[in-house]
């Protein structure tokens, strides 16, 4: 058979079953809803206050932290200085490596000793061979 639903007077009492009795405290939530939306516009205020604040400092001039540095503005900073143009750098190394390699010249006057081309002391050294340890 098809049940019949009773009207809620009509139900059998179930004495295991039990309810909550009260409903929410809607005053207890509205309050809090409140205090919270007013907590939230204060923060929003106190940071508005403050971003203004320091962006009113950031505007004003100050004085300049190294009052030397203004009085001398093309003074170089003390060695070792950072390259300016490194590529020029390298090349002016490389020419003067070039140089050296390719040119005759004193490397000790007073010791006689002296530097010649790699390509002649190649061909000396091939010419010569290199020195060979005696054995014993």
């Known amino acids: 058979m098809a049940e019949t639903h009773l009207p809620h007077e009509h139900r059998v009492a179930n004495p295991d079953v039990r309810h909550e009795t009260t409903d929410v405290n809607?005053?207890?939530?509205l309050l809090f809803g409140a205090g919270l939306f007013v907590v939230a516009?204060?923060?929003?205020?106190l940071?508005?206050?403050?971003?203004?604040?320091?962006s009113g400092r950031e505007a004003t001039p100050s004085a300049r932290q190294y009052p030397l540095a203004a009085t001398e503005p093309n003074r170089l900073p003390p060695e070792p200085?950072?390259?300016?143009?490194?590529?020029?750098?390298?090349?002016?190394?490389?020419m003067h490596e070039d140089q050296v390699l390719?040119?005759?010249g004193?490397?000790?006057?007073?010791?006689?000793?002296?530097?010649i081309p790699i390509d002649?002391?190649?061909k000396i050294v091939v010419k010569q061979g290199l020195p060979v340890r005696q054995e014993r």
Do not use: C
């Not at 809607?26 to 939530?29: D, F, G």
């Not at 516009?41 to 205020?45: D, E, Q, T």
């Not at 940071?47 to 320091?54: A, D, P, R, S, T």
């Open 81 to 94: 200085r950072l390259q300016t143009n490194p590529r020029d750098d390298l090349r002016d190394l490389r």
């Open 120 to 122: 002649e002391a190649m």
């Open 102 to 104: 390719t040119s005759y």
């Open 47 to 54: 940071i508005w206050v403050l971003f203004g604040y320091l």
């Open 106 to 115: 004193w490397v000790d006057k007073n010791a006689g000793v002296v530097r």
């Open 26 to 29: 809607v005053r207890a939530v």
């Open 41 to 45: 516009a204060v923060v929003h205020v």
